[in-house]
């Protein structure tokens, strides 16, 4: 099958999954991506390179899971650019790439000799775009973050609780996913740009930025009605936000730490719920201004009443009426029994030069004409350094071996 | 020029994909948002400006439709199913998450929109996805997130306490933010020479979309079978892992993130301890001396068995707990990063967008409302391309504001 991005290649610099994760959707359809690491500290720049999970029996730096993970297809190479000749090699490279792309705090490619106006002096209609948690421009410019920084900071955190408590936050890094989702966005939206009009452009994006648009509807409650989030109590965030619906809430179901969604979005699906219900309670809440007012109350019953059930018995009785309602799926129950996931092929078995066959995520969308590929797994520590320089930059095998010897590679 | 000016997007309204629809109308598309006669229900949600419902006033629908034109259709009426093909072969993108047989049903689909326009770009986001008849199951934001995974990760120590779901549509944003990736990634394909005729339909699903975005819950499972378990305030982990949040002195939380690592972190967070008199206070002062002095990185797998490298790791905890209690939210946030610690402020979402920091960079945008003669704040760019920038174009439009309009272009 054709592939959407072939004939773009991109100067990668990224790392961890923000960085990463962008140039893993443009590898997925076709672009070249040629991933750029520091033999002397052997690429740990990237902390998940050589990070858990590993493979049951495998460990150290070319077993990272999520580094493997997040760098499905891409090329890699290693520059050591405390040396000139890597330096020449660099810019041999930048001239014959479409993009040249980064998640490092502000400032380090700039300090390497590699920051826009060099770029653009090497190649002049480059694009540049670099992610860091504050961005290159404003009093936090210096100031570092990791996903749950960039969540704790945008007001992500804040808003994903139960009252009465402290903020639950997100388990996992959010904004690392999705700030790479932005970065993607940045680096085509700048390519677009430039198909179009020749132009080249630095993108400065912050993730930080980037999270707070998340909140939308909030900030103009604060910004036009001076509403503040902030109050007495935490956020419920597990109610409804906007349409005024309930019951809307997570409930707990028969064993150990196994929980049911649901939402009752009308009259009609609460006549359908409470049918099944069939308990004497289900009458004091049939207006919906007593199940809204008295929310706390009817979730002591909703639960007593789930506890019942089994979570995917309750799940299937509730879809049939039909009412919003889903399990709170674990990862085993998502991946390997819920058919959906496999019957859209979201785990591909990719082919890795050291951890051998392993599975990832792949992409949740699919296109007619040119659909995404994965085949191969992260490339391990300068892996493509010989394929790169001689059938890109004509360097013949015999100056690549000559450089590696002199810790340029 | 903006990056996307001149491409044209027919978006049908459902609350579900107007995020999507919203991001390339900011990055300069000309986004026609088509409307049932009722107007979409999204209209009807609050917030509301002054906190009265009615027409026109719910921020809501203003922040999810900025720089969008509303045309009303009733696409059950044959005469309106015509003016639809008419828009539909002047445009590069169709947006729609409608139910999976409903565009087939009118003929509406794909196979039938293709001859009229073979440039064509059809997003359609569902659910599952098109191929799946769960996809026409009702789902809110709450129940497509417990599907697809995040809400197992997020939570509390305390697992009688139910999962969390993230406020604010984020199951909604994500199938979203793969739409419009989706939709640059065709447009680049379409634009490359000799492709212009090259449109396609693309499928997405939104529980898929959670199931990719829920860091190693599921990678973890997919190469060890590891199952993560939620924990109060930072990642959910196999096994339990050292508390990251912690309540300052003026009663709000920090998130500590990594703690310090390197000689030159504990001579600032000493330094910093002995600026608040607090040195006295912390018993293990001695070890961050130690910290501070030492020769060279840390051999971190030491970690637990060297009783000096553990005790000066812990002492770093214990500094970190115990500035935290003494200063406020925001001035240990400040110190800390001044010392080059990653950590942050857990900010609502109104003291992130009061934040000097992002009003510098200018993320605080007017907009200008004619129909109540005022001009709003709204938030601002998620990315800056100075050469093809975000702009809010335009307030959201009233119900079929510009159904003339529009026709009036075709004819």
Same mark, same amino acid.
């Given at each position: 099958?054709?592939?959407?991005?072939?004939?773009?290649?991109?100067?990668?610099?990224?790392?961890?999954?923000?960085? %990463?994760?962008? #140039?893993?959707?443009?590898?997925?359809?076709?672009?070249?991506?040629?991933?750029?690491?520091?033999?002397?500290? +052997?690429?740990?720049?990237?902390?998940?390179?050589?990070?858990?999970?590993?493979?049951?029996?495998?460990?150290?730096?070319?077993?990272?899971?999520?580094?493997?993970?997040?760098?499905?297809?891409?090329?890699?190479?290693?520059?050591?650019?405390?040396?000139?000749?890597?330096?020449?090699?660099?810019?041999?490279?930048?001239?014959?790439?479409?993009?040249?792309?980064?998640?490092?705090?502000?400032?380090?490619?700039?300090? &390497?000799?590699?920051?826009? +106006?060099?770029?653009? /002096?090497?190649?002049?209609?480059?694009?540049?775009?670099?992610?860091?948690?504050?961005?290159?421009?404003?009093?936090?410019?210096?100031?570092?973050? &990791?996903?749950?920084?960039?969540?704790?900071?945008?007001g992500l955190?804040f808003s994903s609780s139960l009252p009465d408590q402290?903020p639950a936050? &997100?388990?996992?890094?959010?904004?690392?996913?999705?700030?790479?989702?932005?970065? /993607?966005?940045?680096?085509?939206? /700048?390519?677009?740009?430039?198909?179009?009009?020749? +132009?080249?452009?630095?993108?400065?994006?912050?993730?930080?930025?980037?999270?707070?648009?998340l909140n939308g509807p909030a900030l103009l409650d604060w910004s036009v009605n001076q509403n503040p989030m902030r109050g007495e109590t935490a956020p419920h965030s597990n109610r409804s936000q906007y349409a005024p619906m309930a019951p809307h809430g997570i409930y707990p179901c028969a064993?150990?730490?196994e929980w049911i969604a649901i939402s009752c979005r009308d009259q009609q699906d609460w006549q359908h719920l409470a049918a099944i219900i069939a308990a004497d309670w289900t009458a004091t809440f049939d207006a919906q201004q007593h199940r809204l007012a008295r929310q706390d109350k009817l979730d002591t019953y909703m639960s007593r009443w789930t506890l019942e059930h089994n979570k995917f018995e309750l799940q299937e009785r509730l879809q049939a009426l039909p009412i919003p309602a889903a399990a709170v799926q674990?990862?085993?129950?998502?991946?390997?029994?819920?058919?959906?996931?496999?019957?859209?092929?979201?785990?591909?078995?990719?082919? *890795?030069? /050291?951890?051998?066959?392993?599975?990832?995520?792949?992409?949740?969308?699919?296109?007619?004409?040119?659909?995404?590929?994965?085949?191969?797994?992260?490339?391990?520590?300068?892996?493509?350094?010989? *394929?790169?320089?001689? #059938?890109?930059?004509?360097?013949? %095998?015999?100056?690549?071996?000559?450089?590696?010897?002199?810790?340029?590679? | 020029?903006?990056?996307?000016?001149?491409?044209?997007?027919?978006?049908l309204a459902n609350e579900r994909i107007a995020f999507?629809g919203k991001?390339?109308?900011?990055? $300069?598309?000309?986004?026609?948002l088509i409307e049932p006669p009722g107007g979409d229900n999204s209209r009807n949600y609050p917030p509301f400006l002054d906190n009265q419902p009615g027409a026109n006033r719910s921020l809501y629908f203003w922040h999810y439709n900025?720089?969008? !034109?509303s045309?009303v259709?009733d696409l059950n009426?044959?005469?309106?199913?015509?003016?639809?093909?008419?828009?539909?072969?002047?445009?590069?993108?169709?947006?729609e998450s409608e139910p999976t047989?409903r565009?087939?049903?009118?003929?509406?689909?794909?196979?039938?929109?293709?001859?009229?326009?073979?440039?064509?770009?059809?997003? =359609?986001m569902t659910p599952y $996805?098109?191929?799946?008849p769960k996809s026409d199951l009702p789902f809110t934001d709450l129940t497509l997130m417990a599907a697809g995974?995040p809400p197992w990760?997020c939570g509390?120590?305390?697992?009688s306490l139910p999962p969390v779901r993230g406020w604010g549509n984020q199951g909604y944003h994500t199938g979203c933010?793969?739409?419009?990736?989706?939709?640059?990634?065709?447009?680049?394909?379409?634009?490359?020479?000799?492709?212009?005729?090259?449109?396609?339909?693309?499928?997405?699903?939104m529980t898929?979309?959670l199931?990719?975005?829920?860091?190693?819950?599921?990678?973890?499972?997919?190469?060890?079978?590891?199952?993560?378990?939620?924990?109060?305030? !930072?990642?959910? =982990?196999?096994?339990?892992?050292?508390?990251?949040?912690?309540?300052?002195?003026?009663?709000?939380?920090?998130?500590?993130?990594?703690?310090?690592?390197?000689?030159?972190?504990?001579?600032?967070?000493?330094?910093?301890?002995?600026?608040?008199?607090?040195?006295?206070?912390?018993?293990?002062?001695?070890?961050?001396?130690?910290? =501070?002095?030492?020769?060279?990185?840390?051999?971190?797998?030491?970690?637990?068995?060297?009783?000096?490298?553990? =005790?000066?790791?812990?002492? $770093?905890?214990?500094?970190?707990?115990?500035?935290?209690?003494?200063?406020?939210?925001?001035?240990?946030?400040?110190?800390?990063?001044?010392?080059?610690?990653?950590?942050?402020?857990?900010?609502s979402p109104e003291?992130?967008?009061?934040?000097?920091?992002?009003?510098? !960079?200018?993320?605080?945008?007017?907009?200008?409302?004619?129909?109540f003669?005022?001009?709003?704040?709204?938030? $601002?760019?998620?990315?800056?391309?100075?050469?093809?920038?975000?702009?809010?174009? !335009?307030?959201a439009p009233h119900l079929g504001?510009?159904?003339?309009?529009?026709?009036?272009?075709?004819?």
């Amino acid at each position: 099958m054709q592939q959407a991005l072939a004939g773009i290649r991109i100067c990668d610099f990224t790392g961890q999954l923000a960085g %990463a994760g962008a #140039t893993k959707w443009l590898a997925a359809f076709g672009a070249e991506v040629i991933r750029i690491e520091d033999p002397v500290r +052997e690429g740990r720049w990237d902390i998940l390179r050589g990070g858990e999970p590993f493979k049951p029996g495998q460990r150290g730096l070319e077993y990272g899971g999520g580094f493997n993970n997040h760098n499905t297809d891409k090329l890699g190479i290693t520059l050591n650019l405390r040396t000139d000749k890597a330096k020449q090699i660099l810019t041999e490279l930048i001239k014959i790439s479409d993009a040249v792309t980064e998640n490092f705090a502000a400032g380090v490619l700039d300090k &390497w000799g590699f920051g826009y +106006e060099q770029l653009k /002096a090497i190649k002049p209609d480059i694009v540049y775009v670099s992610n860091c948690g504050f961005g290159h421009v404003g009093p936090y410019h210096q100031y570092k973050t &990791w996903g749950p920084i960039v969540q704790a900071v945008s007001g992500l955190t804040f808003s994903s609780s139960l009252p009465d408590q402290e903020p639950a936050g &997100w388990g996992y890094s959010y904004m690392d996913h999705t700030g790479g989702y932005y970065m /993607a966005m940045a680096i085509m939206l /700048a390519l677009l740009h430039r198909q179009r009009s020749g +132009e080249g452009q630095w993108v400065d994006l912050a993730c930080t930025e980037a999270a707070v648009t998340l909140n939308g509807p909030a900030l103009l409650d604060w910004s036009v009605n001076q509403n503040p989030m902030r109050g007495e109590t935490a956020p419920h965030s597990n109610r409804s936000q906007y349409a005024p619906m309930a019951p809307h809430g997570i409930y707990p179901c028969a064993g150990e730490d196994e929980w049911i969604a649901i939402s009752c979005r009308d009259q009609q699906d609460w006549q359908h719920l409470a049918a099944i219900i069939a308990a004497d309670w289900t009458a004091t809440f049939d207006a919906q201004q007593h199940r809204l007012a008295r929310q706390d109350k009817l979730d002591t019953y909703m639960s007593r009443w789930t506890l019942e059930h089994n979570k995917f018995e309750l799940q299937e009785r509730l879809q049939a009426l039909p009412i919003p309602a889903a399990a709170v799926q674990k990862p085993a129950e998502r991946i390997e029994q819920d058919p959906t996931t496999g019957n859209f092929g979201l785990w591909p078995t990719i082919q *890795h030069s /050291a951890m051998g066959e392993v599975q990832v995520d792949g992409m949740p969308v699919h296109f007619s004409e040119t659909d995404w590929q994965m085949h191969h797994g992260a490339p391990c520590l300068g892996e493509h350094n010989e *394929h790169v320089l001689t #059938t890109l930059l004509g360097l013949s %095998a015999q100056e690549v071996q000559a450089l590696a010897e002199e810790g340029v590679l | 020029m903006s990056a996307l000016q001149g491409i044209r997007v027919v978006e049908l309204a459902n609350e579900r994909i107007a995020f999507a629809g919203k991001l390339m109308a900011d990055m $300069g598309a000309e986004v026609i948002l088509i409307e049932p006669p009722g107007g979409d229900n999204s209209r009807n949600y609050p917030p509301f400006l002054d906190n009265q419902p009615g027409a026109n006033r719910s921020l809501y629908f203003w922040h999810y439709n900025t720089s969008k !034109r509303s045309v009303v259709l009733d696409l059950n009426l044959e005469q309106d199913q015509d003016t639809f093909k008419q828009l539909i072969s002047t445009a590069d993108v169709l947006l729609e998450s409608e139910p999976t047989q409903r565009l087939a049903g009118l003929g509406l689909d794909y196979a039938d929109l293709k001859p009229l326009q073979p440039g064509l770009i059809h997003v =359609a986001m569902t659910p599952y $996805g098109r191929d799946e008849p769960k996809s026409d199951l009702p789902f809110t934001d709450l129940t497509l997130m417990a599907a697809g995974g995040p809400p197992w990760s997020c939570g509390y120590d305390d697992h009688s306490l139910p999962p969390v779901r993230g406020w604010g549509n984020q199951g909604y944003h994500t199938g979203c933010h793969y739409v419009f990736l989706s939709v640059l990634t065709a447009l680049l394909h379409r634009g490359m020479q000799g492709n212009g005729d090259k449109g396609q339909f693309i499928d997405v699903s939104m529980t898929a979309a959670l199931n990719v975005t829920t860091e190693a819950a599921s990678y973890g499972w997919l190469v060890n079978n590891s199952t993560v378990q939620r924990q109060t305030g !930072r990642h959910a =982990a196999p096994k339990p892992t050292g508390e990251t949040q912690m309540q300052c002195a003026d009663g709000r939380y920090v998130n500590t993130g990594v703690p310090p690592r390197f000689p030159h972190e504990f001579a600032k967070l000493l330094g910093w301890l002995r600026e608040l008199q607090l040195e006295e206070q912390l018993p293990e002062a001695v070890f961050l001396e130690m910290g =501070a002095q030492w020769q060279g990185p840390f051999d971190l797998s030491l970690l637990g068995s060297d009783d000096t490298i553990t =005790a000066i790791f812990s002492a $770093g905890r214990e500094a970190l707990k115990l500035i935290a209690r003494s200063v406020s939210a925001r001035d240990f946030f400040i110190g800390c990063q001044n010392a080059g610690l990653a950590v942050g402020a857990i900010n609502s979402p109104e003291e992130a967008f009061e934040d000097p920091h992002f009003i510098a !960079r200018g993320f605080q945008v007017p907009v200008h409302h004619d129909d109540f003669d005022a001009t709003y704040t709204y938030p $601002g760019a998620p990315y800056k391309l100075p050469a093809s920038p975000w702009q809010i174009s !335009r307030r959201a439009p009233h119900l079929g504001e510009h159904t003339d309009e529009v026709l009036a272009e075709l004819a």
